[in-house]
C-alpha cells in the first residue's frame, strides 16, 4: 500500500522562498558592511541579521544556529560590536535570554561619521581648486596647460546637496528615538 499524498499548505512554500531570500540578503548585506564598516566577515553578518530581524531582537542561539558559527566566536563579535556601540540588547520578563538588538543611535552615529568624511572630502577639493585656480591664472589665457575645474564645482555641489539631506535624515531618526 502507498503513503498518502500530503498537500503542504501554500504558507510553507512562502516561507521557505522568504526565508531563503533572507538568508541571501543577509550575504549580501554582509558583504557590504564588511568593507563598509571594516569589519570582520562575521561581525557584518551578525549587523546584517540584527536589520533584517529589527525590534523583536535574536538570540544568541539563533544566531550561532542561523550563522553555522561556533558559541565562542558569536560571543566575541557581539562583545566587540557592544564595545563599539552597534549593538545592545533587552530581556524579557521571566525569560533568561538576551535579545540583541542594533543599537539605536548606530545610524545616527554612522551618518555623523559619513557627514564628516564629506566635509574631508570637501574641504581638500576646495584647496586643490584653489591650487589648480592659482596655476591657471599665472598661465597665459589660451594656454592648453590650465586645469579643468568643472568636476571640482560640480563634486562639491554633490558634496553640499548629500550632507543636507543626511542631515535632514539624521535629524529625523533622532526625533524617533
Partial sequence: MSEPIVFLPLKFFELIHIVSKKEKLVERLGVHLENKEQIAPLAARILSKLILTGRRGITFEDLVCDLCASKSTI??????????????????????K????????????SMTEMLQNWE?????HREVMVYKEE????????SDEK??????KDYISFLEQASASIKKLREKLAEKE
Avoid at 596655476?135 to 589660451?142: A, G, T, Y
Avoid at 586645469?147 to 571640482?152: I, P
Wanted: proline share 6%; hydrophobic share 35%; charged share 20%.
Fill in 120 to 124: 574631508l572630502e570637501s574641504v581638500l
Fill in 147 to 152: 586645469f579643468e575645474l568643472d568636476f571640482h
Fill in 135 to 142: 596655476i591657471n591664472s599665472s598661465l597665459p589665457e589660451n
Fill in 75 to 96: 560571543s566575541s563579535h557581539l562583545t566587540n560590536l557592544q564595545a563599539t556601540q552597534r549593538v545592545t540588547y533587552f530581556t524579557k520578563p521571566g525569560d533568561r
Fill in 98 to 109: 538576551k535579545y540583541f538588538i542594533l543599537s539605536p543611535d548606530a545610524m545616527i552615529k
